[in-house]
């Protein structure tokens, strides 16, 4: 059959437009089909007020001999209680951004996913390849200070039918503090900051399907330190308040100040044999997420500086041991330690 003209239909997708253009046979015969996509995120931050993990049932499993807890509860995750917010009406949100050389606040990286897919080979079948890799002007990452909490059902969201019942962890009626029912258990006061090695940015690439690299996530990259300046950023471990009870008041517990860095600072502290991805469950084992390494790690140094427990650091009390000064218990670390065969799992609430 003679052929005149093929109409062949290009579709070009944007917000705003549609629009079809015929094609003819010389035209058609040399388009080809594109080798997978490219696909560029940028944003400047991300923030949020509070991210929750609610578990609905409890405690209750046959393993127990007393009363089981079966009410629902939840940790959360949001901004600290007693804090100068930007906006009167509500705490300050958790924000994510980027770091510049300069150690200052910067745009988020740009996130680059380039994803194909493949027949496979033998037995193991198809599968889609999503590789992921970061750029623009930043040396790392930096979430702003941020607390954890354990918050009742009376303090947690809902989802009832179509209707979403919206709940916050914090009372803002006359100052921002917690609610009854919520216990802040980790305040991370100071910036957290994740710095990469600039010639060796962490990268992930992700297999769904038959996935033949042998799991889901494998990560590449180097990091180059946590919360690495100064002696570290600062945590605490929170027991209550100077005024009992009043989460607006200055927190007194365990604190120290968090640091990591790499024992190599040219090669950094390598991700490369690191893994991640969801396992079913086995007849010995319930399923969830599986994190690890499956070699030796790269050498890495870690401290607890400025360990100090309680409130009353340099000052004299007569009615403790014999009035001694309290302080500070001092620095615990690690010098150029390393892990073989990291095996982590984290199944389901």
Do not use: H, W
Not at 297 to 325: A, C, H, M, R, Y
């Amino acid at each position: 059959m003679k052929k005149k003209n093929i109409l062949g239909c290009l579709l070009l997708l944007s917000p705003y437009s549609m629009a079809m253009q015929p094609m003819d046979d010389q035209s058609l015969s040399s388009t080809v089909g594109q080798d997978g996509i490219n696909i560029s995120v940028n944003n400047s931050k991300v923030e949020f007020n509070q991210i929750s993990i609610i578990d609905t049932d409890g405690l209750s499993n046959n393993s127990y001999t007393s009363s089981n807890y079966t009410n629902r509860a939840g940790l959360v995750i949001a901004g600290i209680p007693g804090q100068i917010p930007v906006t009167a009406s509500k705490p300050n949100p958790v924000a994510i951004v980027g770091i510049d050389s300069s150690n200052a606040d910067t745009s988020l990286p740009t996130i680059n996913a380039s994803i194909d897919t493949d027949k496979g080979s033998g037995t193991n079948g198809a599968f889609a390849n999503i590789g992921l890799s970061f750029s623009g002007n930043y040396t790392g990452f930096r979430i702003k200070p941020f607390s954890i909490y354990t918050a009742d059902a009376n303090n947690l969201s809902s989802i009832s039918g179509s209707s979403y019942n919206r709940k916050s962890i914090f009372d803002i009626s006359s100052a921002i503090k917690l609610q009854f029912g919520v216990k802040e258990l980790l305040r991370v006061k100071d910036n957290f900051d994740i710095k990469f090695v600039a010639s060796n940015k962490p990268t992930m690439n992700i297999q769904l399907g038959a996935a033949p690299q042998g799991k889901m996530i494998m990560f590449g990259g180097a990091i180059d330190s946590i919360c690495g300046t100064g002696t570290g950023c600062n945590m605490m471990l929170v027991s209550d308040y100077s005024t009992p009870g009043d989460s607006t008041t200055t927190p007194v517990g365990a604190s120290f100040d968090l640091q990591f860095k790499a024992t190599n600072s040219s090669t950094g502290f390598r991700l490369n044999g690191f893994y991640a991805g969801i396992e079913a469950p086995t007849n010995t084992e319930a399923g969830g997420i599986v994190f690890g390494n499956s070699s030796k790690t790269d050498e890495f140094d870690l401290s607890l500086n400025n360990v100090k427990l309680g409130n009353t650091i340099g000052t004299l009390d007569p009615n403790i041991f014999n009035g001694l000064q309290n302080n500070s218990i001092g620095n615990i670390g690690m010098k150029g330690a390393s892990i073989t065969n990291l095996q982590m799992k984290i199944s389901g609430m």
